[in-house]
């Protein structure tokens, strides 16, 4: 049952003996829980799956996986484990679809819940002038896509990839080329149904007991798991036209993205990409995207120059074709792409939605699906995002990417500031995701180290530069790092996990608070 691989970078972090009296107590325990009558089971050997995760570089192996059939199936696990205080060492971690980065939902010795296991319960759709669905925390989002169409309706805000489940994303942000617009999902969410740290089942909304719900949106898992949510839904549409432009300067790039989000009669996405001098599957995994007019594309030469592509979406129905294109010729007419590289692509709404799961596949058939992705985000304000470009762009992977680099800003004025997500302090501050993916055994430019490192010079300038920068999906291993990427909400963070988890049981991969025994 070793885990193939541990890297414990975490130094003020200490694990249990895995023989210690303790831990064994409390296993046996959990054994005469299971005796005690739960709807789901746990299984205490074969968790290999559990220690793993899409980052595929932190393997912690727990000592059990809960896959729960019900919410009382959480709920007195938690409670058992709270009950039993100091003299228990288990802590406790949700896992959605294990695509943290880091070993976010694992739980080092500890009980692992199985997210998806609750997907049983039903969706629930309600239709009227404000229409929602119930799901349950551990459902996929494109599950919730198929399921919600039925209904001629669909989320307002997605990600990038819709195999992920509603409580890992609301537990983060979840934002994709809509969040200009409607904000991240977790402005889009009505009601959440939480199992604190204590094993209290509550429901809460920004009007009954507010205080959790803000909390555990964002809240990386710290105050209560999500078995369910109530997302809000809009009309969907049909089509989408796709469309992809490209720019040579990142000045000319920056300024048509901004302008793009700061109007309400825009496109209804917007994003954007770096195309730094490589090909290759690996650093072009994202496009699905195959425009109409592919010979225009061969002709554009880009003589080795770094290029940024601004990605935009409409949405249409058939029968508004028309008023469609004319609408975004206007808007192509007020861009400053180079002229000749504008590609273009009709699809179906939930081909365009679904694009990345393509790629997935794609990559899956030549086993380059499961190899280690030390992934970074970044928001960037406004203002610095130029010197962020041409430091990182110009100098450090001025010749190289391992992956594709995401770059688009969203308005802050969208995002509601009582959940606990921190972005910079800027009204529009922008999105730069360096995907990358390294060779298993590759200790040259496509390797773990040298990509590490190269994000560690990223991270490194951002703060000698004092850009002002926060981390998406954040990735820290010290408490002093915690605190000072909370800034001042860290103390209402401190406050919240002392009234909702007071005993630190939950989301120990997150590696924030260490659970007192
Ligand atoms: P997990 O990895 O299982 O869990 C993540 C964290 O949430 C853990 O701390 C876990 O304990 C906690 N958690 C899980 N379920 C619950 C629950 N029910 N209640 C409370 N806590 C819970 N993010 C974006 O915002 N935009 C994107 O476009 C985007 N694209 C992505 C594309 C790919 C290919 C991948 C791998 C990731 C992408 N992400 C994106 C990041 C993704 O949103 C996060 O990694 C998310 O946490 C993954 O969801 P999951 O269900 O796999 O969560």
Known sequence: CTPDRIINLCSNHSFANPTSPQ??????????LETDGLDGYFSFENNQHAAKDFGNIYHFLPSAVLYPKSVPDISTTIRHIFDMGSASELTVAARGHGHSLQGQAQAHQ???INMESLQGLEMQVHTGEMPYVDVSGGELWINILHETLKHGLAPKSWTDYLHLTVGGTLSNAGISGQAFRHGPQINNVYQLEI???KGEVVTCSAK????????????????????????????????????RVLYSEFSIFSHDQENLIS??????????????NRTGLLNNWRTSFSPKDPLQANQFNSDGRTLYCLEMVKYFNPDEAKAMNQSIENLLSQLSYIP???????VSYVEFLDRVHVSEKKL????????????LNLLIPKSRISEFAEVVFGNILADTSNGPILIYPVNQSKWNNRTSLVTPDEDVFYLVAFLS??????????GLGHILTQNKRILDFCATAQLGMKQYLPQYNKQEEWRAHFGSQWEIFVQRKSAYDPLAILAPGQRIFQKAI
């Open 195 to 197: 199992v604190t740290g």
């Open 364 to 375: 899956q058939a030549k086993g380059l699906w499961e190899v280690p992705h030390p992934w």
């Open 110 to 112: 500890g009980i692992v």
């Open 263 to 276: 109007s309400e009669n825009s496109f209804d996405y917007i994003e954007g990409f770096v195309i730094i």
């Open 208 to 243: 009954q007991n507010a205080d959790l719900f803000y909390a555990v949106l964002g809240g990386l898992g710290q105050f209560g798991i999500i078995t369910q949510a109530r997302i809000s839904l809009e009309p969907a549409p049909k089509m989408a036209k796709w469309i």
């Open 23 to 32: 831990l064994l107590n409390s296993t046996n325990t959990l054994s005469s």
């Open 437 to 446: 993916s390294a060779m298993p055994s590759s200790t040259g430019r496509d």
């Open 340 to 346: 000749s590289t504008l590609f273009q692509s009709e």
